[in-house]
């Protein structure tokens, strides 16, 4: 039957789910679930800095073109992912910009000037700034910072000013691309959620006052089962970024189950599946329109392979749509039904 993307568009949405290039070449059934479901792809891995900018000067874009490449030989949409974060960074990035302002404003300025140059016939969308929002205190990695922003060799050499500068120069380089500001940990109803989707509503109103440009927020939506969900809390926030005139995206969907759960793949299964339709639903009565998860097959979840979230338990997360061998779930299901 038709894959997600189609339905999907079917419905005035869009689906997509983040990809990494080199399978699409070294898998065949890998690139066809991909082919099947998906009208939206975004690179996992080879939009970052340490990607596209491994030696300062040097950049290289094979891995970034060979994914442009076959999107648009199989006509697909590629969003781009991310100009400015704080992980990816290339240890020569880290040491320079600890070397003051000056360089740090030059090394922003011809990192976006040259990822853009290259990527404007391909990628009219892009994650201009990625996780710049502090956890508060409460959340499995609190930081303690003085402001709402995250300690980042970003904020240490700019201070908060990176922010609005980074979508000042992304604008000034290509006036016609789709700019997002992406953040996680703001979806659920625990205290530390609300109290950042207090301090990301802050910042998206700062760079208004500011006058910098900003076309979306995309939320990751990493939910964690063991978290309250609230559907109408969060379709109001939602709302709340859409009155300030900006588009709200769904970027990196995935679920992590809680270690209390028995094992029991049915059960547990549909458990997820429950949680992804409840939080689509709200997402879509929110107003958003673009839906996208982190990755596409449990096998190939950063669930699975990031020894950081990875569960410690020794099962496997199932947080995706597909199932270890690429077949379909109930989530799957979950996600056409919500659409
Ligand atoms: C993750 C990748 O999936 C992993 O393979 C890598 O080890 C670390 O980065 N938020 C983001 C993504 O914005 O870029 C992250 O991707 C997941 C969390």
């Known amino acids: 039957g038709p894959g997600l993307g189609e339905v999907a568009r079917d419905h005035g949405l869009r689906y997509g789910a983040a990809v990494q290039a080199a399978m699409l070449e070294r898998d065949a059934s890998y690139a066809r679930a991909y082919e099947t479901e ?14 596209l900018q491994p030696a300062e000067g040097k950049f290289d874009f094979r891995g970034l073109d060979a994914l442009t490449g076959w999107a648009r030989a199989k006509n697909k949409t590629v969003r781009g992912h991310a100009l ?4 990816a960074m290339p240890d020569w990035l880290t040491a320079a910009l600890a070397e003051g302002p ?35 205190p409460g959340s499995d990695t609190p930081q303690s910072t003085p402001g709402d922003l995250r300690d980042s060799p970003w904020l240490r050499a700019l201070g ?67 978290r309250p969900f609230n559907p109408a809390s969060f ?74 979230v990875k569960r410690a338990d020794g099962l496997l997360h199932r947080g995706l749509p597909l199932d270890w061998e690429g077949n379909r779930k109930v989530y799957w299901q979950a996600m056409v039904d919500a659409f």
Request: glycine content about 6%; overall charge negative; some cysteine.
């Open 235 to 308: 379709t109001t926030f939602c709302r709340a970024l859409a009155a300030e005139g900006l588009g709200v995206l769904i970027t990196e969907l995935d679920v992590r189950e809680s270690w209390r759960v028995p094992d029991g793949y049915p059960a547990r299964d549909q458990l997820v599946a429950d949680r992804v339709r409840s939080f689509v639903d709200a997402a879509l009565a929110g107003g958003v329109k673009t839906f996208l998860t982190w990755g596409l097959i449990d096998r190939y979840s950063w669930l699975v392979t990031d020894p950081g």
């Open 102 to 136: 000056d360089r740090a404003r030059a090394l922003l300025d011809a990192h976006i000037r040259t990822v853009l140059d290259h990527t404007r016939p391909t990628i009219r969308e892009w994650d201009v700034v990625n996780e710049v929002v502090a956890d508060p």
């Open 38 to 51: 998906c009208a939206l792809l975004v690179p996992e891995y080879e939009g970052k800095w340490a990607a």
């Open 84 to 87: 400015v974060w704080h992980n």
């Open 160 to 226: 908060p000013d990176y922010i609005p500068l980074s979508l000042r120069l992304a604008r000034a380089q290509d006036p016609t691309l789709r700019l997002v500001l992406n953040e996680y940990g703001v979806e659920e109803e625990a205290p530390h959620c609300l109290e950042k989707r207090r301090r990301l509503l802050d910042l998206v109103r700062s760079i208004r006052r500011a006058g910098a440009p900003l076309d979306a927020v995309g939320l990751q939506a990493h939910l964690q089962m063991d």
